[in-house]
Each structure stands twice: as C-alpha cells, then as structure tokens.
C-alpha cells in the first residue's frame, strides 16, 4: 500500500537557521497539506496546496514559512528563520480528493 | 472558525471491554468527520470516517456515529485488545469557502491492560 514519506525523521538546528523539511505524497494525489504537533497537542493544520498553489494557510503560517513542489514528486516546507517555538513535529499528508488525508511519518524539528 | 472538543482526555479499559470516546463539532456545515490512531512517535493513521449524509459507519470492531443535529461524532471500539492502546484524535473538515483543512481535537490517550 503506497504512503506518505517524510525526510529526515530528526532535524536539529540553531535557531536563526533554515530548515527544509521534504515529503513525498501519494503518486497520484493533487491535494498536500502540512500540519504540525507540538509535543503532547494535537495537531494543527499549517498549509494546504493544490494545482500549484497555496489553497488554504492557517495564522501559524506566516512570512517565515513556504512551501514548493519543486518537481512532479516532492513537497517542501522551508522555515526561513527558526525559533525555539517551531519546535514540533511536522506531518505532511496528502490526497487525491480533499479527503481521505493520509500522513506521513513526520519530521521532529527540534530548534535549540 | 470551526472547533472540535474531545474527551475524555484519557481512558483506561479492561481487555474484551468498550471504549467509547465522544467528540462535538462547532460548524453545521462540517460533513466530514475523520478518526486518527497515532501509536506513541508513529504517523496517525486513519481508521474510520464518516460523511454527514450517514449515521453510522461500521468496521469490525471499530464504528463511529454521526449526530448532526447535535453536532456530536462518537468513536467506539468493541473487544478491546492492547494493541488498541494509543491515542485516538477526532477531526472535522471545515468546508467553509472551500477548505479541505482538518480540524481535530486534542487526543484521547487509550489504555487497554490485559
């Protein structure tokens, strides 16, 4: 059964830095999301992006954050500038119609 | 915006026992209401999800009912074993202006002691 992955699964860094975090939906999905779980919460939605765009952004997502579907198979969110508050785990999902969302493993960022 | 309570927060079950873990929905217009298993540091991975042109979905051991008109969404699961022990996180789709957004609840921490 095809799923979501995720690279890397652990990323620490300083803050201040960038970090592109990098997922690989579903083959034949259109829709991609990013949503991010602060430890011990729930999670959040970040981002959605269909057709090349950005279709739907929630308050977290910001100037610092971005997202790319630099070519036919992967999906990025770029953290511009981290701070000690991005710290969380980050689950990309995608979907071949708005739902079902399938995730992905996750990547736990980790800004020191 | 839409917003989804939870609760409880944590249950305890004996093995062979039900679990049953409520959620309420704040958007009339939500209409599609997933389920999420997430093992301790795993994805969470969808088990169960309803359209609000249903009132109940079964599978196996695991069904989830719909109250639209009380805008409350249940998750039970029958003939607990331990390896139901995570967390289970409700959602509901906000659909205003087109959203496929997810909007879930804060978790239920299930333990199944045997």
């Known amino acids: 059964e095809p799923e979501v992955t995720q690279t890397p699964s652990h990323q620490v860094t300083q803050m201040g830095q960038e970090v592109i975090l990098r997922c690989v939906p579903i083959s034949n999905h259109l829709y991609f999301y990013w949503y991010r779980q602060i430890l011990g919460q729930k999670v959040e939605f970040l981002v959605s992006?269909?057709?090349?765009?950005?279709?739907?952004k929630s308050e977290i997502f910001d100037d610092q954050f971005s997202v790319e579907r630099p070519d036919g198979s992967n999906f990025t969110l770029k953290i511009r500038s981290t701070k000690l508050e991005d710290s969380a785990m980050y689950f990309c999902?995608?979907?071949?119609?708005?739902?079902?969302?399938?995730f992905g493993p996750g990547t736990r960022l980790l800004v020191l | 915006g839409e917003n989804v309570e939870q609760h409880p927060s944590t249950l305890s079950v004996q093995e062979g026992d039900s679990a049953v873990i409520k959620c309420t929905y704040s958007?009339?217009?939500?209409?599609?209401f997933p389920w999420y298993k997430q093992e301790l540091g795993k994805r969470p991975q969808l088990i169960i999800d309803i359209r609000s042109n249903v009132g109940e979905k079964k599978d196996q051991r695991i069904a989830v009912t719909l109250n639209k008109t009380a805008k409350h969404f249940s998750l039970h699961i029958t003939e607990t074993q331990p390896e139901d022990s995570a967390v289970y996180f409700c959602a509901a789709r906000a659909i205003q202006g087109g959203s496929e957004k997810l909007v879930f609840g804060k978790g239920t921490k299930l333990t199944v002691n045997p």
């Open positions: 958007d009339s217009a939500s209409n599609y």
């Open positions: 999902a995608s979907s071949d119609v708005a739902v079902p969302q399938y």
């Open positions: 992006f269909y057709n090349n765009e950005i279709s739907e």
